[in-house]
């Protein structure tokens, strides 16, 4: 049963401090996304991979926020420095193929809390 | 302008009954995607079912179904014989063919289902 594997699942972390999630893509896949869900803004698009190359980070901001994929089963999303309005459930997703037609498959999440 | 709107933000539903949750949505595309997700309360985002825009019929899966209208711009998501289990919140979801796989999602709907 393939999966997408995000760690880790939560961390609780002090202002100012560097955080570091990582997303194993399903085998295969060969685009990767990472989202941002808050209460307030809802599911927010930070960043998008495909064949590991950076296609969009728009929705990422930028002084703070890196995404890498350095290698097809590994994507990074790092905070430096963090701040409580980072607080929210990180989600990665990958998929395969171009188009409308192909799902996402979304991992279990990292909470981010920010004190 | 809204690109997903899901104007029920609760829903309440008995054990074995039928609930529709609805979703409209708004593109100019005449290629594009349409997908359900649930998101339980321990957080993981599950994918439902897709209906594309050209396909003919309504999408099915187990006891999900899609009501597709094209002409109104709506992707209703029916549940039958609802169960307990199907308490979450819902997000109906599109991606458009131009540009790249970027999924947007609406608000969201919290499903509540009472014995």
């Known amino acids: 049963d393939a999966r997408v594997t995000q760690t880790p699942r939560d961390k609780v972390t002090e202002m100012g401090q560097e955080v570091t999630m990582r997303c194993q893509p399903i085998?295969?896949?060969?685009?990767v996304f990472w989202y941002r869900q808050t209460m307030m803004q809802g599911l927010e698009l930070l960043a998008y991979?495909?064949?590991?190359?950076?296609?969009?980070d728009s929705g990422m901001p930028k002084d703070r926020f890196s995404a890498e994929m350095p290698d097809a089963t590994l994507a990074t999303l790092k905070i430096q420095p963090s701040e409580p309005r980072d607080s929210a459930v990180y989600f990665c997703?990958?998929?395969?193929?171009?188009?409308?037609?192909?799902?996402?498959?979304f991992g279990p999440g990292t909470r981010l809390t920010v004190l | 302008a809204q690109k997903i709107t899901q104007t029920q933000p609760g829903m309440f539903v008995q054990e074995k009954e039928a609930v529709t949750l609805d979703c409209t949505y708004d593109t100019s595309d005449p290629s594009y995607g349409l997908f359900w997700y649930k998101q339980p309360s321990s957080g993981e985002m599950i994918f439902l079912i897709y209906?594309?825009?050209?396909?003919?019929q309504n999408a099915t899966e187990g006891r999900y179904s899609l009501n597709f209208q094209k002409a109104r711009k709506s992707a209703n998501l029916v549940i039958s014989a609802s169960q307990l289990g199907d308490s979450a919140m819902y997000f109906c979801a599109m991606r458009e063919g131009r540009g790249f796989q970027k999924l947007v999602f609406g608000t969201g709907t919290r499903l509540l289902v009472s014995p």
């Open positions: 997703a990958s998929g395969q193929g171009q188009g409308p037609y192909n799902e996402q498959f």
């Open positions: 085998l295969g896949h060969n685009t």
């Open positions: 991979f495909r064949n590991r190359a950076p296609l969009d």
């Open positions: 209906q594309g825009s050209y396909d003919q």
